[in-house]
């Protein structure tokens, strides 16, 4: 059946909804008492505009107030980050005894640049791993006794966070 044209008035007086209104049950669906629209969902929930499956946006989307991501990956695919905060809080979710830091992956190189927390041995170290960054227990150090890139002689002539543990020894 083709789509007619519909006449101003005669189309004001159908939008005009004081009912629900569906399309194939929910492929999208109008709730007019609560004000919410659902998108493959008859119950859309506390939410204005609620979608069952995935959603694309193919432009700009600028969003004016919290962002609450769930999951258990979230990928930020960026050429430059930004972030405003002061802090960086890492393993704020993670059990006791986990490592954490900041990974550099190296391309081609087959060890990743990191500086982290080791839990094992209470020090921040700064190495060279094979680990690739899923990890959530422990980094798998290849490189512990230098510097991650310095040479091992030059290495000694820096003070090297690799042996500054907590207590500032």
Excluded: C, H
């Excluded at 927390?117 to 422990?138: P, Q, Y």
């Amino acid at each position: 059946m083709a789509i007619q044209r519909i006449g101003g008035n005669m189309l004001e007086s159908n939008l005009t909804r004081v009912s629900d209104l569906a399309f194939q049950t929910d492929l999208l669906y109008i709730d007019v008492d609560n004000t919410r629209i659902g998108i493959k969902t008859a119950s859309p929930g506390n939410f204005a505009l609620d979608v069952n499956g995935t959603a694309r946006f193919q432009d700009s989307v600028q969003i004016t107030g919290d962002l609450t991501v769930t999951g258990q990956t979230t990928v930020v695919n960026t050429t430059n980050m930004e972030i405003e905060d002061n802090m960086l809080l890492l393993n704020s979710g993670g059990s006791v005894g986990n490592d954490a830091g900041i990974m550099i992956k190296r391309q081609g190189a087959g060890n990743d640049a990191v500086f982290y927390w080791d839990e094992g041995s209470d020090k921040f170290k700064i190495v060279l791993s094979t680990s690739d960054g899923s990890t959530v227990t422990n980094i798998e150090d290849t490189a512990y006794a230098r510097m991650a890139g310095a040479d091992p002689v030059d290495a000694q002539d820096f003070i090297t966070l690799n042996y500054l543990n907590a207590g500032g020894t």
